[in-house]
Structures are given as structure tokens and as C-alpha cells.
């Protein structure tokens, strides 16, 4: 058994490109002022780097906390006290709709309220800016940029790895940003970890078993949120049952049947990781600050 009480998985996780990338982030840190983190706000732990905090060490933070339109706005509220804690600032957005996206300049602005003092002393007044803007894969990093850009300067797409190399965008005279690809870290601290980027779609969910995945995602779920699974399959979770019942449960209430008395339960898994990264099953956030 997992630490979450579901069954253990093997984790598949090979990110050739990812040591290159980490790489040339630490070679182009020196060419900015601050460093962006995107993450994602119903994972805010699970989607941070852990590698970023040690590359960036000395450098002014601003941690976005993007799709909070999926997220639970309570613990989104809690989270961003946390980081704030931390001495991150924090902006909470949502990049597909453009909300909170006004405040990322002024937010900027703040955080280098002193560098820009100091450019004005030194008569570079006009200098812009320079933010290196990094995420894991699949976080809406490009997405943000062009938001901010306002034109489509990143590629964006809904998969994990779409950015590969640096490009630095112009937003306008003031502010110049450094894009650069999805990194993730070799090895996982925990299973929950490579279960929680996989429920997202920050790993590709097919280097786990499937079926597995949406057991534990269940429990998960049967734990944090179980009206959502009430609302959503009208199940109602017993103490006790484990994320396969759950899962063929789920199955029966949409008819997923295979053969007689028998389940997909592939099919119930897909489904149910499929509307939850559709946000059908509410705005849920899936780890907690103090946890």
C-alpha cells in the first residue's frame, strides 16, 4: 500500500531532455532580474520543482498559482498565505480566461521595487525588466506568456513538453521574458507525487497503470471530496472500501459493462481522470499546505 492508503505503483519515469534544460535555466539565470514559477494551484506542492528553489536561491520569486478556476478557492486562500510565508510573492490566475493576468506587471514591479530604484540611479531608467519564467510541463506556462505578451509568442499545448528550447518574448520596452521548457526532477519523492502530476496531466498518465491510478485517485477523493462523488457517479464511499470497489462502483452507476457480472474499469478510470481535468467534478484542490 501507498502512504494515501491506495496500491502501489510502478513509476516509469525517464525525462532524457529534462537534466539539458535544468542546465541552461542555471546558465540564463544570471541574464535576469526575478524568476517566475508557474504551478498549478490544485497541486501547488507536487507541481513545484523542488531543483528551482536551489537554482534560483538569491533571486526575487513570484510564484503564480494558475488554474484557480479549478481549484478549491479555500485552500487556494491558504496556499497563497503559505508561500506568502515562504517570502514568495503570489499571484493567483487563470491563464485560459486571462483572470488575474492584470496584476502579473504591477506584481513584478513590486517585488522589484529596489532593482528598478537602482537602474534609475545608475541613469538605465528605460532598462527592461528580465524574468526567467519557468513550470513543469503542462502547467499552462505558454499559455500565461501569451496572455501577457497579448499574441502568440509561446507554443501552447494541452500535453506535457511542447516547449523545448529558450526564447526570450519582448512584452514591450519595459519587460522582456525568458521562456523556457517544462522541467520536471529525475526521481520522485513519493508515489503521491507521480500520481498527483499524472491525475493532472503534468506526466503523460499512460507511464502508470491506468486502472490503478483511478483506484487511487478514488480514495483520494472518497477522502477530500466525497460529495463530489456523491454529486458526480452517486456513489456514496464506505470506511473500509478500497479504490478498486470504488472504481467498479462507479462503473456500474455509467453502465461500463464488459461481460456479465464483469466492469471496464479501464474505461471508469479514463472517464473519471477525464472529467476531473475537465473540471465536471468541481473545483478541487488535491493536497493541502499543512499537510
Known sequence: MSETGGEKMNIQWFPGHMTKALRMIEENLKL???VCEIADARIPRASRNPELDRLSAGKPRLVILNRVDLADPALTAR???ALENQGCTVLETDARSGKGMGGFVPALR???ADKLREYEAKGQAGRPLRVLIAGIPN???STFINRVAGRKA????DKPGVTRG???ITVDRGLELLDTPGVLWPKFESQEVGELLAVTNAIKAEVLDKETLGANFMLRLARLYPQALEARYHIHPEPGQNGFELLELAAKKRGFLLGKGEYD???MANTLLGEYHDGK???LTLEAPDA
Open 32 to 34: 535576469v532580474d526575478a
Open 79 to 81: 496556499w497563497r498565505k
Open 110 to 112: 513590486r517585488l522589484l
Open 139 to 141: 502547467v499552462g506556462k
Open 154 to 157: 509561446a507554443q501552447a499545448g
Open 166 to 168: 529558450k526564447q526570450w
Open 265 to 267: 474499469l479501464e474505461r
Open 281 to 283: 467534478l468541481g473545483r
